[in-house]
């Protein structure tokens, strides 16, 4: 299939690892420039001299509002067809052990920049007829996991915020949906499987396997699948999909719709 990516340019959070990096190369191989931004320029570098012309590197901070506003502006001017919104996770915890100081670091990091930051396109979306946002979240919006509570809070709010816009902005050609993965064969199941075992008191292996046993299929999710759906959303084939919270999680959640 012909997403007719080719010549467009994307914007991709978190590129310089894990499911960010998949949706870059990806988006590359379809023939899409793309932008990635993270903050290790190194990482950034290398991917940029892999790609060539087609990935242009973009160290940035996105917790931090001002590095979000020079983001914009900079994707504005490269006229981006859309934005992939990933960064990584809050920590792991629960209630009694996270104080307020980081509360307010998770807002900043999971919530707030993706706010400034869709704020920041809007018009120029509207003035050149549509675009397509692409917000990567976590299951736990529609089943909580245990010790994320931050996780469990942010990216619900995140999910409000998509709704509504997609309410308010369809009416301009703009889209915009999440996906919703479970667990995958990246760097932060590590870090989540690792609290788990704290927490359990059990080795991290007999922890993962508690963790695949909740999955039908079985197994962790790979990045590049997770990547192949992402490119979907983001293209012209995915037109009439807008609003959607898709899970890509090997079956794990039990809600009835998905």
Not at 154 to 171: D, I, Q, S
């Amino acid at each position: 299939m012909d997403l007719q990516l080719a010549g467009k340019v994307y914007a991709v959070g978190g590129a310089s690892g894990g499911l960010g990096r998949a949706i870059a190369q990806c988006l590359v191989r379809e023939g899409a420039t793309v932008v990635g931004i993270a903050r290790s320029r190194d990482k950034l570098a290398t991917l940029a001299e892999t790609h060539g012309d087609n990935f242009i590197a973009h160290p940035a901070d996105l917790s931090d509002g001002t590095a979000i506003r020079k983001l914009g502006e900079k994707l504005i001017d490269l006229d981006v067809a859309g934005c992939v919104f990933n960064s990584g996770g809050p920590p792991t915890g629960t209630i009694g052990e996270l104080d307020m100081a980081q509360w307010d670091i998770a807002y900043a990091s999971t919530l707030r920049w993706k706010i400034q930051l869709t704020k920041a396109l809007l018009p120029t979306f509207r003035q050149r007829g549509g675009g397509s946002l692409l917000y990567i979240e976590s299951v736990s919006i529609k089943q909580p996991i245990d010790n994320l509570v931050l996780s469990n809070a942010f990216r619900a709010a995140v999910a409000g915020f998509v709704k509504t816009l997609t309410r308010e902005e369809g009416g301009n050609g703009i889209r915009a949906n999440i996906l919703a993965p479970g667990y995958h064969a990246t760097e932060r199941i590590t870090t989540v499987l690792q609290k788990a075992a704290e927490l359990q008191q059990l080795a991290v292996e007999a922890v993962e396997q508690n963790f695949l046993a909740e999955v039908p299929l079985g197994k962790l999710g790979q990045p590049e699948h997770f990547a192949k759906m992402a490119a979907f959303l983001l293209s012209p084939a995915a037109q009439f999909i807008t609003g959607q919270t898709i899970n890509v999680d090997g079956g794990m959640t039990r809600f009835l719709t998905g």
